[in-house]
């Protein structure tokens, strides 16, 4: 046994089951020590990036940690776009960085760098691996850290460590590793938020993290029903249950003075695993917190927290207080919709087309971008469903993000909306769809051009020259051609430009089992 053979033993030992990988030459012994282990699937990413972000989806949808395998600090530095949207959705990933052998650090090769320093700003825990006898104790304190905090542990590994011989100790079991769990609800918070929300005055309960899960979603609606309060969340968030049956909860707006205008009514909030909402970006003019200046802060579940046992145990101090008024029923999907297959194919119609054939079950990866806001508004009462964001605005997310959540639940659809042009970043990750023949939907929103940043010069003030011969954020020229680009990647695909072509090709898409891509062109 070597020290590879090692720390994939202490890895399944942990709980890890799956690893998302773009090795180079310093992971090599890891990599074989991985595929000589039926218990621990390597998949591999043709981009760090793709790695990085289909271990957030894979953390998401499994609230455990999937390992990342990254080839020293350029590969790391590749990879980290993705690590800080997953870091930002306190997703548990155990990244694994592997380093040149120590004795050969040095010499400066041309691959050499300072890899803590690029890993500290994303991760939660940082280790080295500095001997195979230590491989155990450091392998174990990664996962329990990704699992505890949760966030990205990352662990460097030098060669020489996976290349020596070990001795074959026993790792700790899944047991011994258990994380810290979440403390208990706060008595004080909660008989203060309680208080609050029987003053009558303009309240929200504004729900981030896993106060998005269905669970915790039931206790703060009945909270809400019988206090009057209003449910809200932030605009970027890991994981929202959506669809018949759920509560509907509004996000704050993205534009930062809608925003402002949207949380204006409010006096007090009342915080469950999220914080204060802050503008996406600084504008001229704008603030930056978007809660009125005397509006009271009460925070019930700090971030990280048991948001479920929160509003449970908060939800008790209402159990016989009657609802204000009958509990409005939860949205139903739709029947009877007027016909739309013989119009123009714009955000609304694929919105509400998107709403009406939305699987059971299906977990939707949302990177549309500036279609957006159509596209949420009008899927609050489709089918049962996830809904997984980009939470850190570093654009490039939705196809790994789809990759790591098909892995992770091979019995869902997962439906990818994508921009095009963020879509460019990481399409890589359709050929890693395509190699593990995963059930996943990909559908372009293309619009042919950067239209947020179009819409953000305005925000700014910004005024194109009087005499612009071309756009900086126009895409057609040439035109991204994403049928193209799917073939060359293995995977089947279609352009549609009417809503009868993107009714007929969802229906198929919907019907077959693997990866499809559909190009939508937008009116």
Sequence with gaps: MNGADLICKTLIASGIEVCFANPGTSELHLVAGMERRADLRCVLGLFEGVVTGAADGYGRMTDKPAATLLH????????????HNARRAATPIVNIVGDHASHHLPFDAPLTSDIESLARPMSNWYGRVDSVHHIVPTVADACRAATSLPGIATLVVPAEVTWSDADPVQPPSIADIRPVSPSAPDA????RAAALLRRGRSTALFLGGRALRQEALAHAAEIAGKTGASLLSPFA??????????????RVAYATDRAVAQLQQFDAIVMIDARPPVAFFAHPGMPSQLLRGDCEVLELCEPGGDAAAALASLAEHFASTPFLLDPPPPPLVRTGQQD??????????????????????????????SSVPQLFAASHDA??????????GSIGIGIPLATGAAIACPDRKVITLQADGSGM???QGLWTQAHERLDAITIVLANRKYALLIDEMRRMGVKPPEHQVRSSFDLTDPVLDWVYLANGMGVEAVRVSSAKEFTNAFTVALMRRGPFLIEAVLA
Excluded: F
């Design 72 to 83: 020293l600090g350029p590969g790391l530095g590749n990879g980290l776009a993705n690590l």
């Design 188 to 191: 004080d918070k909660e008989r």
């Design 237 to 250: 968030n890991a994981r929202m249950a959506r669809g018949a049956g759920r509560p509907v909860v509004p």
């Design 340 to 369: 739309l297959s013989q119009g123009a194919l714009t955000n609304e119609v694929l919105a509400e087309l998107i709403t009406r054939m939305l699987p059971d079950g299906a977990i939707v990866c949302d990177e549309a971008l």
């Design 383 to 392: 089918a049962p469903h996830d809904w997984l964001q980009i939470t850190g």
């Design 425 to 427: 970043y990481t399409l």
